[in-house]
């Protein structure tokens, strides 16, 4: 077996069986539904909406979404009817009504594979609407065919640079956080409230862009950003190089998320160093931070000695989270990583970076063996080949972690059915602990 990156592909049939994401019209749906004042009309059958309900937002540690998620969705409801005769005119009276009922700052038009097969002329319907309209309305292009969830996130973005944003005044010290996706990202919207409260210790005005309770303001201001920060290897650089092109707005990617107070400061000072901050500033801000999060680590120290120093562990996750924890498990804690299965599908483009953060630089003796894997049943036929005392994944793996591999288990990643997740984060300074806290709690006994 090669000792770092495994090829996972062969000639069988074209199957996937339980792949960790959705379609692109979910992608684009949950993305849009994760800012507030936002209304998703979707130009699609009625199980669209419902489908990605309860399959990305309830896998995503659950909470309904937004103002208008769930069923509160428009939905033009297409039936075979419309295959046969078309759906613009249940576009536009849908267009109409939900303008008339719902106090909405932004409609975006997300239509499903239906009514981009039957070629409805969507940016038509769109068009006229906005001529006759206060409220604006813009079109994402997401037929389900178009790719998975996270190709949504992205052309739902593209949509609103294309469509909606404005060139603005930049505003000194005002950054914009990118590649932390609603829903994919089971610990979204804990992260972001977490980046932003880390960010803005050394002075940034952090914007979000989801999440926030000032909504669509968050989306209109984008353009008003100093430097578009990506927290992703991939996801959501190609729409920071597309704000660059459009607004000359220079952007910084962290290939992977920051866990734990070693890689948080270093991201902070890769941060500070771009957009000017001087380091006595910088080490003024971050002092006492770094020493409170070292003092609470210390806290579980013995037990983490005790429990699971030196122990195996794997990781089944998107290629950001999955970065993060292999380094903090492996270089701060004494954890040795046995086996890292991506399930988020990178461009190819992207893998080498990705293979290089998560099995070099690392204090492990032995590096991981990394697949690009997405389909459930080779997953765990991966997993197999390995001894593992942790394992580190989605609610897939909960069941067979206990029952076929007798070990601990925590989800970490889209599907989190067995969690529920609203402000928790790994990320920062204190996530870390955090994380120490759910893994030891797994294994704390009564005496």
């Known amino acids: 077996m090669p000792e770092t990156l495994v090829e996972n592909e062969g000639t069988e049939l074209n199957v996937l069986e339980s792949p960790r994401h959705s379609c692109a019209l979910g992608g684009a749906y949950v993305t849009s539904i994760g800012i507030t004042g936002l209304t998703p009309v979707l130009h699609t059958g009625p199980g669209c909406s419902w489908a990605n309900f309860f399959g990305l937002v309830a896998g995503s540690g659950g909470g309904v979404l937004g103002d208008f998620g769930a069923m509160q969705t428009p939905c033009s409801y297409l039936l075979e009817k419309n295959v046969v005769f078309g759906g613009e005119e249940k576009l536009k009276d849908l267009l109409d009504s939900t303008d008339k009922i719902l106090n909405s700052e932004l409609l975006v038009v997300i239509p499903g594979c239906i009514p981009n097969m039957i070629g409805d002329d969507m940016q038509s319907v769109v068009s006229d609407y906005n001529r006759t309209h206060e409220v604006p309305a813009i079109l994402v292009e997401t037929a389900g065919f178009t790719g998975n969830s996270y190709k949504g996130y992205e052309l739902f973005l593209d949509a609103v640079i294309d469509q909606y944003l404005k060139p603005a005044k930049v505003k000194k010290g005002r950054v914009n956080l990118l590649g932390i996706m609603p829903c994919q990202h089971v610990f979204w919207k804990g992260d972001l409230r ?90 003024k801000s971050l002092d006492r931070t770094v020493k409170e999060s070292w003092k609470f680590f210390n806290y579980v120290g013995v037990g983490l000695y005790m429990g699971l120093t030196d122990s195996y562990f794997a990781v089944v996750a998107e290629s950001n989270i999955a970065i993060g924890l292999v380094r903090y498990l492996t270089n701060d804690c004494g954890l040795l990583p046995s086996v890292i299965i991506l399930t988020d599908n990178p461009p190819e483009e992207y893998r080498k970076d990705i293979l290089k953060k998560l099995t070099e630089n690392l204090s492990s003796s032995e590096k991981p063996d990394v697949y690009f894997e ?66 030891l709690s797994k294994i704390a006994r009564p005496f």
């Open 194 to 283: 977490a980046v932003k409260e880390t960010l803005e210790l050394i002075g940034l005005d952090v914007n979000p862009i989801f999440g926030d309770i000032r909504g669509v303001e968050c989306l209109r201001s984008i353009p008003q950003a100093e430097l578009n920060i990506v927290i992703n290897p991939w996801l959501g650089v190609e729409t920071a190089k597309k704000l660059e092109e459009k607004f000359g707005t220079p952007f910084i990617v962290q290939q992977g998320l920051p866990i734990g107070p070693r890689d948080t400061e270093a991201f902070l000072r890769r941060i500070g160093e771009k957009v000017g901050i001087p380091e006595k500033k910088l080490r």
């Open 374 to 439: 997405i389909d459930a049943f080779k997953i765990e036929n991966i997993l197999d080949q390995y001894d593992s005392l942790v394992i580190l994944g989605s609610s897939m793996e909960k069941y067979i972690a206990a029952e076929k591999y007798s070990a601990m288990h925590l989800s970490v990643s889209w599907p989190a059915f067995d969690r529920l997740l609203m402000r928790r984060s790994y990320f920062g300074f204190m996530g870390g602990v955090d994380l120490l806290e759910d893994l």
